[in-house]
């Protein structure tokens, strides 16, 4: 293999990773956007000020946020805001927010 032929590879995985990074990053901050619309209510990273009537969200496991939220969604979950609310999230949307808030510290 020839020098530059092996830098070429260099550089063109040091990009690839970049890139993967990149991706990653631009992921976790849709995601934490996401949440920050949950704050109002549920506190600030899902973390619900104690003994309030609003649960928080920080730690919960995913599948258990993702089957609220689609209840609230398909009206099977009855309350004064989270049914308008859910109706306002796609799948892909409530399944970033649940592993957002899943990987939340509590």
Known sequence: MTLHLHRLLVVTAMAIAANGSM???A???RAR???ATCAQCHGTDGRAVEGG???GLAGMPAATLIERMN???S???TGSVMPQLAK???DAQIAQLAAWFAQAPQ
């Open 23 to 25: 991706a990653q990053d």
């Open 27 to 29: 992921q976790a901050l």
């Open 33 to 35: 956007g996401l949440a």
């Open 53 to 55: 009537a609003v649960p």
């Open 71 to 73: 209840a609230f969604k």
């Open 75 to 77: 009206g099977a979950s």
């Open 88 to 90: 306002g999230f796609n």
